[in-house]
């Protein structure tokens, strides 16, 4: 199965997408991660991708969609894979539908204010890079990571102004995408309120159904 998972950041589509990939043994490529990986390692797209990512709006399609050409091209997505964050805009879709074929894209729906209090109370590791929440998955020691003793740190695209701006440049070049698969009728929709293994469950027999067909 070849999935795209969309959604605003934040809605959760990265943890389903952790799951699901695990559950049918298929890799979640998430264009956030491809993203951090090369601004970690300094590569040029890395670097180039970072001037719009700190400014709190999409990196341009080029930047991206060379990533994640590279990164399907890989052995591990011969027998399916998912998109988490990828594709943004229609034109990546297009993109995309020039290199692979697609399964089935889920979409997952939660509401602007949800949205702004998941993504603000997340602190990540300077060290090892794990993620907590202030009221959801707190450490044991305020601002200090369980694991390494690092200390945690909001990220630069996570403070509230930065998840507004999101969240609009998300309205308004991203949601043309759920009329674009739906054409396709491909399009799932998923309300992303509920428990994670409420959710998976509703997920898992959607995909099921797909991998029968």
Same mark, same amino acid.
């Given at each position: ?8 950041? $934040? ?24 993203? %951090?990986?090369?601004?970690? *390692?300094?590569?040029?797209? $890395? ?6 990512? &700190? ?8 930047? *991206? ?5 590279? =990164?399907?091209? =890989? ?13 943004? *805009? ?27 209090? =998941?993504? @603000?109370?997340?602190?990540?590791? /300077?060290?090892? %890079? ?15 990571? &369980? ?7 909001? %990220? ?9 701006? =999101?969240?609009?440049?998300? /309205?308004?070049? *991203? ?9 396709? &009728? ?6 992303? @309120? ?17 991998? %029968?067909?």
């Amino acid at each position: 199965m070849n999935l795209v998972f969309l959604g605003p950041p $934040g809605a959760g589509k990265g943890t389903q997408a952790g799951l699901v990939s695990e559950y049918f043994d298929i890799p979640h490529i998430s264009s956030g991660d491809i993203f %951090r990986k090369n601004i970690f *390692t300094k590569t040029n797209l $890395g670097k180039k991708a970072k001037e719009f990512i &700190d400014k709190g709006v999409l990196v341009p399609d080029k930047i *991206t969609n060379t990533m994640v050409k590279l =990164r399907l091209e =890989r052995n591990d997505c011969k027998d399916g894979f998912i998109l988490d964050g990828y594709p943004r *805009t229609v034109a990546q879709a297009d993109f995309l539908s020039g290199i692979t074929d697609i399964s089935c894209v889920i979409n997952f729906i939660l509401s602007k204010e949800e949205i702004v209090k =998941r993504i @603000s109370g997340r602190r990540t590791c /300077k060290k090892c %890079r794990k993620v907590y929440h202030v009221e959801f998955n707190p450490p044991d020691q305020k601002s200090v990571c &369980d694991e390494c003793a690092g200390e945690l740190i909001q %990220r630069s695209d996570e403070s509230p102004e930065i998840i507004r701006k =999101r969240l609009k440049e998300y /309205k308004k070049k *991203t949601a043309p995408l759920e009329n674009y698969y739906k054409k396709e &009728d491909l399009l799932v929709e998923m309300d992303a @309120s509920p428990s994670i293994n409420e959710i998976f469950n509703d997920v898992k027999k959607i995909l099921k159904k797909v991998s %029968r067909l």
